[in-house]
């Protein structure tokens, strides 16, 4: 039957069985791959994968001149580019988006082009960014920013005019409100849990554009360490550089519900 | 201040070729509970909208306390059939929403916090014991999601007259209670009501001004202390809506048993004037309050 309930200790034994199966699996697969061609590195071992771990933390240069270990120069770059584009893409598509969905005279020329450019991949805009913008640290950035702006910008209209209805816009002039006070004290308020969980949505596309343009043109951050290092089919440090992505989403994603339910108490999903 | 608490003068509203309103005139004096009751459609919410300023008549003037309405302000209060209420606010901020929208700049809340925090701190006062007064001390900490409708309404009461708006507007206020809450809340006005005749007794200017809509003819009767009519079956009713009764009722205290009875043929009166089809008669027929106010004056 759909939606059978199952109890808690079985529920648990399921999950921990499912990711112990995935990986006693791959464990098995890379034993056969190694038996095969002992030199394979393409389905390492955890043992491998283990030396691939302290690869990355090792210092790198010359012990009278050391240099941090590549793990944290990739993650300061791409934490830093995602973190800078993710601010700059969320504060422009918050105003805009805000002023579309409470003004209909703002709301009418910007939908078409919104609409119409949020469709178009962002990762097949790389050559207009470097042509544009260049190919340093902005060019990532704005990759970032602009390729977020336009769906971001159309939730969050969308959200205004759905979420707040014209009774209590109306209802707010009533108890004295300003149209700038109806804007910060209603709709920014109203409409909050919906930024927070449009920002959880868009770091996913946001990291996926980053770590294309990383790899393309990139001397830094792991998009470009994880091409770096597939070409010499050093997977064991691919790997651990998946695993870091995945990890940044958890926290990111449980930093912002934390967020969510700090700042909108109120709020149920 | 002017003598009348609201004014319209020949309002008449047109949607495209439709004539919705056909030149409506009425004054409501401060402290009145004012009914307004018609059959479906007629125009009773295009009449609301046009007083509180948010859809304004093709033609014709509306003033609140001699002030030509223009558009949504804090002379007119509202309340909503569906509450309305803020959801990212607790009751208690809810009621004293307007009280810091009103009273507070945007300004002062972001760089004159020490001033901000001491109005807020009397502001929510003000609002708990206004919640008090509506029977709602325990909910000052509850949101709008875990509130039962008949809190949320008597939040949504509380927080349009806080504000002491020249006049609230209720729109169907009760439609969505069931009946022991109605009852609640209709009791709740009469208090309101009371609170008015103590006023004008000792000579001030009574704080509850209200227009009420509703479907309801005992409530409209039992409730209120004017009841309006608006309807099309006059003779003139290709023209659009008018207003075709107009007449004063009896007033009740909140402690008196509820007795229908004492106002058949009131009710009986209405339903035949305003929702009889065929009964086309000329529309002021029943147009008598200001005479019958008179009358009682001159029997003083």
């Not at chain 2, 009751?37 to 919410?45: D, E």
């Not at chain 2, 909208?49 to 609140?64: E, V, W, Y």
């Not at chain 2, 809340?185 to 000792?202: D, G, S, T, V």
């Not at chain 2, 043929?265 to 929702?275: C, S, T």
Request: overall charge positive.
């Amino acid at each position: 039957m759909i939606r059978l309930a199952i109890p808690l200790w079985l529920f648990w034994l399921l999950a921990i069985g499912g990711v112990v199966t995935l990986l006693g699996s791959y464990e098995r697969i890379s034993a056969r791959q190694t038996r095969i061609n002992e030199l394979q590195t393409t389905i390492p071992s955890f043992e491998k994968i283990g030396e691939g771990l302290k690869q990355i933390f090792r210092p790198q240069g010359l012990p009278e001149n050391p240099k941090p270990p590549m793990f944290w120069v990739d993650m300061r770059a791409t934490l830093w580019r995602l973190a800078v584009g993710m601010g700059v893409g969320v504060a422009a598509s918050v105003f805009v988006g805000v002023l579309m969905g409470a003004y209909r005279w703002i709301e009418a020329p910007l939908s078409p082009i919104v609409m119409f450019l949020s469709k178009i991949p962002p990762t097949a805009m790389m050559p207009i960014y470097f042509a544009l913008v260049g190919t340093d640290q902005k060019m990532f950035t704005s990759m970032v920013a602009l390729g977020i702006f336009f769906s971001m910008t159309q939730s969050i209209y969308k959200a205004v005019r759905q979420d707040v209805s014209d009774e209590a816009i109306n209802k707010a002039y009533t108890l004295g409100a300003s149209e700038i006070e109806i804007i910060y004290e209603v709709i920014w308020k109203q409409i909050l849990p919906k930024i927070i969980d449009n920002v959880r949505l868009q770091i996913g596309p946001a990291m996926v554009f980053l770590l294309a343009a990383e790899m393309v043109v990139g001397s830094a951050g792991l998009g470009y360490q994880i091409r770096m290092q597939s070409r010499i089919l050093n997977m064991s440090v691919v790997y651990v550089y998946l695993a870091t992505l995945a990890f940044i989403g958890l926290v990111a994603e449980w930093a912002l519900v934390t967020l969510r339910r700090k700042l909108c108490p109120w709020y149920v999903d | 201040m002017s003598e009348f608490a609201l004014e319209i003068k020949a309002l008449s509203h047109v949607f495209g070729k439709f004539r919705v309103l056909d030149n409506i005139n009425l004054q409501v004096l401060p402290g009145q509970i004012v009914a307004v009751v018609g059959p479906s459609g007629c125009g009773k919410s295009t009449l609301l909208k046009a007083i509180l300023g948010t859809d304004p008549p093709t033609q014709g003037d509306i003033f609140t306390d001699g002030v030509p309405v223009r558009g949504p302000t804090r002379n007119v209060g509202i309340v909503y059939q569906n509450y309305t209420l803020y959801d990212f606010l607790s009751a208690e901020h809810n009621v004293s929403f307007g009280l810091k929208l009103d009273e507070t700049s945007f300004w002062m809340r972001f760089f004159g916090l020490p001033a901000y925090m001491a109005k807020r701190r009397q502001h929510l006062q003000k609002s708990r014991n206004f919640l008090e007064q509506v029977g709602l001390s325990d909910a000052c900490g509850k949101y709008p999601r875990e509130m039962s409708g008949g809190m949320k309404q008597r939040v949504a009461v509380a927080q349009a007259f806080i504000m002491r708006p020249k006049i609230v507007l209720l729109d169907e206020p009760f439609g969505a209670l069931d009946e022991a809450m109605r009852e609640d809340l209709q009791l709740m006005l009469l208090r309101f009501y009371q609170e008015n005749l103590i006023a004008k007794r000792e000579g001030r200017r009574p704080e509850y001004t209200i227009l009420m809509v509703t479907h309801e003819l005992n409530e409209a009767i039992y409730v209120a202390d004017r009841v309006i009519g608006l309807s099309r079956f006059h003779t003139h009713g290709g023209q659009g809506a008018a207003i075709v009764y107009d007449r004063p009722c009896p007033v009740f205290h909140p402690d008196d048993p509820r007795d229908f009875s004492k106002f058949v043929e009131q009710r009986e009166e209405l339903r035949k004037a305003v929702f009889d089809e065929k009964y086309v008669k000329d529309r002021d027929k029943y147009v008598t309050f200001w005479n019958e106010l008179g009358a009682l004056a001159a029997q003083k």
